[in-house]
C-alpha cells in the first residue's frame, strides 16, 4: 500500500517528529557536571592562605592598647562629620 503525503502534511509531521525526537535527548550532563564551578573557582582565588583558620599563632603587629586607640579613633570620626570647603566655581566672581 503507497502512501501519498502532501507536502502540507509533510511540512507539519516534520517538525512534530522533530520535536518528539528532541525530548529522548539526554540533558545537560556536561553543563550539569560544572554548574557552580566557575563561582567556586572564584571564591578559591579571593583566599589569600586556606589554612589560615586553622593557625593558633596571635597576630603580631599592634598591640590591645593601640588597637583599641585606633578603633576609638575611627568610630569617633564619624560622631561628627567635617564641615564641607566652599565650592569652588570658575568665571564667577561677587566683584562689581
Known amino acids: 500500500m503507497l502512501l501519498i503525503v502532501s507536502s502540507r502534511a509533510r511540512a507539519r509531521l516534520i517538525p512534530g ?10 540533558t ?5 557536571r560544572h554548574f557552580g ?8 582565588q579571593q583566599v589569600l592562605h586556606p589554612g589560615a583558620a586553622g ?3 596571635p597576630v603580631a603587629g599592634m598591640d590591645g592598647r593601640a588597637a ?9 570620626s564619624f ?6 570647603p566652599a565650592s569652588f566655581t570658575i568665571g564667577v566672581s561677587g566683584a562689581r
Open 17 to 26: 517528529l522533530a520535536m518528539l525526537l528532541s525530548a529522548c535527548a539526554a
Open 28 to 32: 545537560t550532563p556536561d553543563w550539569d
Open 37 to 44: 564551578q566557575a563561582a567556586r573557582a572564584t571564591l578559591a
Open 55 to 57: 593557625n593558633a599563632d
Open 68 to 76: 583599641s586607640a585606633a578603633q576609638a579613633r575611627y568610630q569617633k
Open 79 to 84: 560622631a561628627e562629620p567635617k564641615p564641607q
